[in-house]
């Protein structure tokens, strides 16, 4: 089994920073790309930033410039970095991997269990 495990988040005033952690732990062989996404109320998940294994970044136009995303693959840990947080940036946030088993030696679509970031004019 493979778990992701979110941490950070929280409540901050616009213009601050928070950070985002993601772990991911269990029978992993290799983790391709991860990558952050977001759900604002009444809205659909949207993609944030991303990743790959060789740690090249794409970012959704809204938070570039503002977020970071970095990735530690000695830990399979996938961190996001905001900064000059806005109201609009408020949503659940999640984390997403492209996990390879052990066993099978496929990829497989893995999310965390999503962390609040709630941002206050």
């Known amino acids: 089994q493979v778990q992701l495990v979110q941490s950070g988040g929280g409540l901050v005033q616009a213009g601050g920073s928070l950070r985002l952690s993601c772990a991911a732990s269990?029978?992993?062989?290799?983790?391709?790309?991860m990558g952050w996404y977001r759900q604002a109320p009444g809205k659909q998940r949207e993609l944030v930033a991303t990743?790959?294994?060789?740690?090249?970044?794409n970012y959704a136009d809204s938070v570039k410039d503002r977020f970071t995303i970095s990735r530690d693959n000695a830990n399979n840990t996938v961190y996001l970095q905001m900064r000059s947080l806005k109201p609009e940036d408020t949503a659940v946030y999640f984390c997403n991997a492209g996990v390879v088993r052990i066993w099978p030696r496929v990829p497989q679509n893995y999310w965390g269990q999503g962390t609040q970031v709630t941002v206050s004019s």
């Open positions: 269990g029978s992993i062989f290799s983790i391709n790309t």
């Open positions: 990743i790959t294994s060789d740690s090249s970044p």
